[in-house]
């Protein structure tokens, strides 16, 4: 950050469209890591982001899964909290009004056991103020449908369109790293009507406490996510963005301007912060910050020139 | 920033306290450290805001120079004289084996306070050291076993403040695992310690050692109109076996339970603990709720014991 | 590690047969990070190892991929080498003999453009003094063949059909962790006639230079390793080791006997140490003399009792 | 350990000099530090074994504090009196920003000597500095520029030491990014430094200052039977100027080559230098060769310059 670039005093343009959705700048904070924005509105001023990611909901309450729900891992974390959530009514009762209420865009992560609970969920968030429904098809901690319907084409393909007709919201399809092929998947939401996909979700792994000989967690694997899975998830935008037209919203290890700045020009029209937020509560402020110091810094005026401007080496 | 200030919150309990969180991150100076045990520190560190809005039982979660997570440690003496806080770590795993060896001057980065404290009734008049024989003053029994111990130091001094009586039973593996002893013969009124060992006061458990105390005359004989309540925290079993007991004898009590936790904030959901709560929707009779926000203090009658 | 358990001084007996094999102990040096063996031999005797894996093999020499090839990773770090080696020919003529004087077992990492060259591989290295030949279908850093082969139980199936006939010496097939579902292309692999599995190789990543808006390995991607990817080959290789008879070979960030260990009771026979070699030149004799110490501490006589002893929680 | 003993190598040139590497990993103290530049230190490091068989333009491979892989940093100054070594780090990202606030007395985790170094001419004859007008001696002219110059510090020393003259030109982009001055004019019978901006002796950049030095009528002259040798050691551009510059005048260089790494010792075949080599299977005329073992230093000619 040596060369001085633009007088710091100077405004840069960070806002971007997501289908169709005027954003403030491209960075949202991601689903579960985020609850329902409760919390962190008493750290910082959530309109300050561009958006915030519900926890994912599901039609009607869950526990979760049983203790221990996370295990740490090198430069990252296993979880399997596994949806837990007060169910759509009583979220969109208790928790929308004050998500709606912060002045930032709000998504609603939507996840169910089968396609019916989908359905469900879309019709029933048609008719509220929420912004954009990141539909989650990647979930590894249920046992039951989402990862199911996201790990093939036709999964997804087949899940998406009886969805679609649903809403006249948009929605964003939120794919796993375990698909067969990532670029496969997209295409297939992007062909049922998505209105963009959101990746990467979180990589199935496992920890075992070797004194006794058990998976530290009590659901035996779960989701990795932090910045041990950023190059993977970089590459995955990398080649997405480059398969499908509409908008990918990218994630995965994001932790700093910088980080956000590479998944800008891998493609992505907006990013999630996840993990970085339970180390560094202002992690999704921090990168706001970051971003617009590196734009005038690097004298980049708009947050828009810089998605998609990566250039291949020969 | 003050206590009603941006970035504070203040979350009531059922009783009216007011626990005030913060989780914006703050670079504290460690002010002096002493070595209680091999790998077994207490550390002194300057937060003036911390120490001025803290409640015995509320935690910080700290960065650690060797792990990707905040590690979460419990207050254990706070001073705001001195606009700093008392804290123990035991060297466990890498993360809090770095930790451990940090030294006076180096700056901890953390996040706090967090969590609901202990409940301790509202100081009924100004208690001073000469109501200690007050008939109708309310009485707390303290009971820790290991790094449990360090919150309830804390506590009893609370306590003291607020004009109850104190008491307290620890329980060590044997006495060379023994430390704080000193600090909580001062702030308890009575104090028994014991070990699986022998060779300190009691031979036997810690709860063996509460039900020792409470069937002393004396004791109860103390314990007058203002009733008495008991605070726990340690291991697992023994504070399953203290909630027992409580429940046996009708002593209202509470517990400090831990639990793998991520943000340490209230975001991740991975802090589980299964309580036993109304739940408005109806549906299963218990549910699972935030140690880090809901807890990691609750009323042992709530826990679901595993 | 504070109990005594045994004497210090007590043997514990590591040794395991691996499809035939048998090895003084687990750990084997993976391909790729360990050379020919010639200068880690300068460092400690290889005879404490329970054997070597040859950098990738093909039939003629490859100059292998333009440089930068390495980008550094939060616990990780992405590498795009492209199978530099001299050709089997000079292989043979030139390292092998180094190899096998070397006093453990001894296996040979080998690639090809289409299944004749895996062909001609294989027919090559059996009148060689070789102990295991690993036939990599997994390297993410080549255009041609191998990924193409390893991403489908179809593919795996076919080119090892293929191969079977033309050796007597046990093969142990390396899996990528970018397949459709691992435990498929094991499984693929074991029906064709396999002696083991090797998992996993690199996952497919990217790392961005923001400054010059250029991917910093000049190949673009690269295969991620090390620590950062400990959970997910964990994942897999319990994954695999309960799907299939044949012996799992586990690798995957390991850089400690702990972690050798996690990998064993997942259900791997042997393990690999691979990018930990880069950081810690003895790590993979550290390795071993932690799995000894261990055992002794917790009264573990056998190295074998470990291998699929995890019990998975309810 | 010895030089020939376990853990050490020797690999032998075509000169037959030999190289000893070790890659067992040491811990050795910081003696002492030295702020050259803001985020430039010069560091003086304990280390008998290395400082024993170390050659100018060997490297050590560093652990940092903050980075996953080890960094390769060159050898400045051999000690072998004071069995220490001296190496300049500039804080660049995030590993060398680390090990640049390491402090003295604090360890450092490292593997070394590795590579292969300068060539000199053996010594002729015990050299001592009263036959530094000997008209047959052979002469040295060590161009560097930026961190560059830190190898060529050592390697003068070495030179003088083997009764060679010393010639040095350094680059460097304006005066007050400069260091070292001082230590490089002790150590060459002539110096000269550029400056981009002008300030110091020359004003242009280091390669039109070798070009400037060779054309003085004084250096021309002391060029006699020994003849004149260049190692250069900077910015790719730089290097690849004075190898042009080199070949054209007809005069041997050498170059020390960077190239990201991730061993350092030779087994993983990341840190590929492309260079012209006899390929005994027939094949390309140029190879990938491996930069921390048959490198960092290469004959310039060898080279295939982007
Ligand atoms: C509310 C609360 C208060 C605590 N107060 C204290 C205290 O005052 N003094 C003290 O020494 N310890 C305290 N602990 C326990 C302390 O947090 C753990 O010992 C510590 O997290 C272990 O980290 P590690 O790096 O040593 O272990 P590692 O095994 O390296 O940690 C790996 C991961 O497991 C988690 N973990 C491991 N063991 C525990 C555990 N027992 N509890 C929670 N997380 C764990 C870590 O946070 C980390 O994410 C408290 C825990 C909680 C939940
Ligand atoms: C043979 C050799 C000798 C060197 N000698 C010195 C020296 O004496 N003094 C000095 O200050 N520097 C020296 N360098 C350069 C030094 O190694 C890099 O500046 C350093 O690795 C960058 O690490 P970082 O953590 O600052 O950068 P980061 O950008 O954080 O590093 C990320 C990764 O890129 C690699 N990397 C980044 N830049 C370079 C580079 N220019 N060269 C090699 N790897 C790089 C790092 O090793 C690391 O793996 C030398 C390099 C080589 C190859
Ligand atoms: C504790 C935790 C809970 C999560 N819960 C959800 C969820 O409910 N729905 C969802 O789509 N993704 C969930 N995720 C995945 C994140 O939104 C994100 O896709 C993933 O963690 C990768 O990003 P990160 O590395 O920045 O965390 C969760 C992740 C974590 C760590
Ligand atoms: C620099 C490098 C080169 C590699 N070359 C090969 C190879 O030639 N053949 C192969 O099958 N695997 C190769 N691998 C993969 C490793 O053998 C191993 O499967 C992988 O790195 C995961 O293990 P680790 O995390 O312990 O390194 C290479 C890995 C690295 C880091
Ligand atoms: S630790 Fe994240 S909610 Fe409690
Ligand atoms: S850095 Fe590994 S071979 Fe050179």
Redesign the interface.
């Known amino acids: 950050m040596s060369a001085p670039g633009m007088p710091a005093d100077i405004a840069v343009d960070l806002s971007v469209d997501l289908c169709g959705i005027r954003l403030r700048n491209p960075v949202l904070a991601a689903s579960?890591?985020?609850?329902f924005g409760?919390?962190?509105a008493?750290?910082?001023p959530l309109s300050s982001l561009g958006g915030i990611v519900s926890?994912g909901i599901t039609l009607l309450?869950r526990?979760?899964n049983?203790?221990?729900?996370?295990?740490?891992?090198?430069?990252?974390?296993?979880?399997s909290?596994g949806l837990?959530n007060?169910?759509i009514e009583?979220f969109l009762r208790e928790e929308l009004p004050f998500m709606v209420a912060q002045g930032c865009a709000v998504a609603v992560n939507i996840a169910g056991a089968g396609a019916e609970e989908y359905e469900a969920l879309v019709e029933r968030l048609d008719r509220t103020p929420v912004d954009l429904i990141e539909v989650n098809l990647s979930c590894p901690n249920v046992r039951e449908g989402c990862m199911a319907f996201g790990a093939t084409a036709r999964g997804v393909e087949s899940l998406v369109s009886r969805i679609r007709p649903r809403t006249r919201k948009p929605l964003a399809i939120k794919l796993t790293p375990q698909a067969?092929s990532i670029s496969e998947t997209a295409r297939a939401a992007e062909s049922a009507g998505a209105d963009a996909v959101s990746l990467v979700n979180t990589?199935?792994?496992?920890?075992?406490d070797?004194e006794?000989?058990?998976?530290v967690?009590?659901?035996?694997?779960g989701g990795?996510s932090?910045?041990?899975?950023?190059?993977?998830a970089?590459?995955m935008v990398?080649e997405v963005a480059g398969t499908v037209r509409i908008p990918v919203i990218g994630m995965g290890?994001i932790q700093t301007g910088?980080d956000a700045?590479?998944f800008l020009?891998?493609g992505a029209t907006a990013i999630q912060v996840g993990t970085a937020?339970?180390?560094?509560?202002?992690a999704c402020q921090d990168v706001v910050n970051e971003i617009a110091s590196?734009m005038r810094a690097h004298s980049v005026p708009t947050v828009r020139s810089l998605i998609g401007?990566?250039?291949?080496?020969p | 920033m003050n206590a009603e200030g941006e970035g504070v919150s203040g979350m009531a309990n059922e009783n009216g306290d007011r626990f005030h969180t913060d989780a914006v991150p703050r670079e504290a100076p460690i002010l002096s450290c002493r070595e209680l045990l091999p790998g077994l520190m207490l550390y002194r560190i300057q937060d003036p805001f911390l120490a001025s809005c803290a409640r015995p039982g509320q935690f910080v979660n700290l960065k650690t120079p060797d792990g990707f997570l905040r590690r979460p440690i419990s207050l254990c003496r706070i001073r705001p004289g001195e606009g700093a806080v008392d804290i123990g770590i035991r060297a466990l795993g890498a993360g809090t084996r770095a930790l451990c060896r940090m030294g006076c001057g180096e700056r901890i980065d953390w996040i706090g306070p967090l969590g609901r404290g202990f409940l301790l009734p509202p100081r009924s008049n100004q208690g001073t050291s000469d109501d200690a024989d007050r008939p109708d003053r309310p009485l707390l029994l303290a009971v820790g076993g290991g790094i449990g111990i360090f919150p309830l130091l804390g506590l009893l001094e609370e306590a003291r403040a607020r004009g109850m009586g104190t008491l307290s039973v620890l329980g060590f593996r044997d006495p060379s695992q023994a430390f704080l002893l000193r600090e909580f013969r001062e702030i308890s009124d009575r104090s028994l310690f014991a070990s699986d060992t022998g060779g300190l006061d009691h031979h036997g458990n810690a709860v063996e050692a509460v039900r020792q105390l409470l069937s002393d005359p004396s004791v109860r004989q103390a314990v007058g109109k203002g009733g008495l309540r008991m605070a726990a925290c340690g291991p697992h079993p023994m504070m399953k076996a203290v909630a027992r007991l409580a429940e046996d004898l009708g002593i209202p009590c509470q517990v400090s339970l831990e639990q793998r936790m991520g943000c340490g904030t209230g975001v991740c959901l991975v802090c589980a603990c299964e309580v036993r709560r109304k739940n408005p929707e109806g549906g299963p009779a218990t549910d699972y709720v935030r140690c880090c926000r809901e807890g990691p203090v609750f009323d042992a009658r709530e826990v679901v014991w595993e």
Chains 1, 3 share one sequence.
């Not at chain 1, 049983?66 to 979880?79: D, I, K």
């Not at chain 1, 937020?277 to 202002?282: E, G, K, Q, R, V």
């Open positions: 579960g890591t985020f609850g409760r919390e962190m008493e750290v910082f926890k309450p526990r979760g049983p203790p221990p729900r996370v295990a740490e891992t090198a430069s990252g974390m296993l979880n909290v837990q007060p169910g009583a067969d990589l199935l792994g496992m920890a075992i070797i006794t000989r058990r998976p967690l009590a659901n035996n694997v990795l932090g910045p041990a899975i950023l190059p993977v970089l590459r990398h290890g910088q700045i590479a020009l891998a937020t339970l180390i560094n509560p202002t590196w401007d990566l250039r291949l080496n």
